[in-house]
């Protein structure tokens, strides 16, 4: 959830690269591509939700989790609090 900063987004990104996770990046595209960019990596193939507020972000991580669409949640680049709130 808002991966939007070098170590969260290249966390989940090596996760991926491991085989580990298929990472389903939830939060603002245009700071996870600019993030992706300062990286020098590329989100193409990845699947993003465009939820540029971190608390609707969580809460739509929330949801794809509780529908089981997705496993597991990867707190980014938002307060502790706005990630648990939702759950």
Not at 41 to 49: C, K
Request: proline share 6%; charged share 25%.
């Amino acid at each position: 959830v808002c991966p939007e900063d070098e170590a969260s987004l290249a966390g989940a990104l090596l996760g991926m690269k491991h085989e580990l996770i298929r990472p389903v990046l939830i939060g603002s595209i245009e700071k996870m591509r600019s993030v992706a960019k300062t990286l020098n990596v590329s989100l193409d193939g990845l699947e993003l939700i465009d939820v540029p507020a971190p608390l609707a972000a969580a809460e739509r991580a929330v949801t794809l989790a509780n529908q089981g669409v997705v496993q597991a949640l990867m707190k980014g680049k938002l307060h502790t609090d706005e990630l648990l709130k939702p759950a």
